[in-house]
């Protein structure tokens, strides 16, 4: 009888060569984990910048739209715009020292919420309309006891008109600019009524965007110095070189600050006779994770804050041109 043979040894792996391979499959790992990681992080702050541009781009386009329509008119002491640095909009770990209160007339296409524009009759009753821009920390839907609360930048329009029938009958949207606003000469004390509308409100009406941490408009005005065409810049509120607390356009002349301020290379004629030519907005976008860490328990100290902000904000400019005034 044939007897099977027995199949050959068959040698196990050491302790050493096991060891080895755990090292070397712990470091595969480790650089798995690391890219993974990496790539999360950009992606997360990808993402975020994708979010803080398209809150920018909401923003941006809607004072474009209403500097694009701005309404200015020649011949006259009624103060026609006016941008104010005011009081700072805290936070409860940080505060936007950058925060003006912008009024100017203008001529928007919702200034009768786009039914108006077209219509059939073309019974217009106005044209011009007055805005206000100002800068909160609440909540953009409810900022009675509420949580979610974040820095939410609003605008009030005033109608034209106090027709009901065409406005609905929303008291909110009755206000008569040419009653109330036009022929002024102290446009922020007849626009109080108007933004103490808004400072009560506690809805969403004249919401525009929000994790707006500030914003600075800048005025370039077009002035005849030495028989040539200069541009002088003016930003309200703070900027890299300098501080201007407010910007006033009259009818018949341009004023800076409340002791009407010339800037500096032109004379005070000059300065009153000149006109806004654009007008650039700059705002800083704070990312929603930013605002998450503002409302959690973490201190955030003074220290810490140029730091947060650097990791969690984002900036954005654009240049609006003005119509001829």
Known sequence: MKIPRR???KRAFTLMELMVAMAITAMIVTALVY?????VDTWNRSRAELRAARQAKVMVD???KDFESMVVRRGNSFEWLKATNTASVQAPK?????????????APTDRYNGAYINNATGSFPGDVSCVGYRLYYRDPLNNIGATFQTFV?????SSPSTD???LGNDPHKTDNTFSNLLGTTDLATAFKPYFAIMDANTSYTDYVCENVFQFVVTFNVEVMHNNSLTIVSVPVGQSSTQVTNSFRV???KITKGINDDTPSGVTTDEWHAGRVASVDISLTIISDAGMDQLRSPRVLTTEKQADFLAKNSYNYT???QVPGM
């Open 35 to 39: 890219i993974t990681s990496n790539a």
């Open 250 to 252: 009259l009818g018949n």
């Open 318 to 320: 654009k240049r609006v």
């Open 7 to 9: 199949d050959s040894f």
């Open 62 to 64: 809607t004072m474009a």
């Open 153 to 157: 930048l609003k605008r009030y329009l």
């Open 94 to 106: 940080l505060t936007s020292t950058n925060s003006s209160d912008l009024i100017f007339f203008c």
């Open 164 to 166: 009901i029938t065409l």
